[in-house]
């Protein structure tokens, strides 16, 4: 495994069917050549990811979208609007897309990052790339090269450094049907895609799900963690217990020290998404035997931050 900046790198190991972690502006992706089945394979085993979990499919325009799916007006204007960006559409997908990315579905995953170097990798490579967070199955997405390599490093060919991610949680992900369904919330919220679309349903979380990435149990922190309603219930728990052994997980106004991540104490919900994945794993490096947490308002960013928690917590 390297740890490379150089762009030409990338798009040279990803041309010739190797794997290259990328960053993008949500979390880190794992990439791959999505029209090569043997490429696309080697993602599924180095994450030990199932088969019938999806590939998104990562592009720099909407001309290049439709090279691999049915882009209608509607999916166009949405791309216009929000891409580069947090959103992933779910289109019907062109043949030309091998069914292992897809897991056999007739639709396509496709996404524009909002990453300057992975946009010069997608356009000079001339690739379109298949990218699920560069996490081994169920566990949390990784936020950072270091992340990445602490991972998954002796699992695939090259880290692309590209700094920290500045959303920190995954995309949106949208269905286009007759009332258009959030499979995913991400880092676009709710109400900027109902500002833009109107009504929109919210797929729930469950064990059979339409996308697979919301099973009920993903996001493995890889210590117990335990979800409060609000800061003020949490704090009035720990103040009653023996302190040592617990990670807090907090946002806004609240205690500080060794053993507290404040997300935000300005309870800003996007700088609070961008630390959320880097806080659960410093609290985890760090080696307390459970983390505590709470819930954030259920509005913006919130939303997708809760979603995120409580499958952590599952
Ligand atoms: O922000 C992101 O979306 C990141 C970065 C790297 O782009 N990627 C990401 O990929 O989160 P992944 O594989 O961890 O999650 C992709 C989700 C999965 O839940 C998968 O089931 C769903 O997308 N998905 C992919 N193709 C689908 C399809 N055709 N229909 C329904 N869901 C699909
Ligand atoms: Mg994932």
Redesign the pocket.
Known sequence: MALITDSNEAVRILKSGGLVALP?E??Y?LGANALDEQAVAKVFKAKNRPSF????V?VASVDQARLIAEVSDEAAELFERFSPG?L?L?LPKKQIVPDLT?SG?T???V?I?NHPITLEVIRNSGLSIA???ANPFGYT?PTTAAHVIEQLGDRIDAVLDGGPCEVGI??T?LELTATPKI??L?GLTLESIQESIGNVNIESSSSNP?????LSAHYNPGVPLRLFESLDELLAQYNSVNKSSIGLLIMGDGPSGINIYNLSTSENDLEAASRLFTGLHQLKTKGFSEIWAHYLPEKGLGRAINDRLKRAAH
Not at 53 to 56: C, N, T, Y
Not at 210 to 214: D, E, N, S
């Open positions: 993008t949500t979390v992706g979990d999806p590939l998104i990562h947090p992933t779910i897809t579905h639709t396509v995953a996404r990052p990218a699920p967070s997405s995954e995309s992900i499979l995913r991400g339409k996308a697979p990435g919301m």
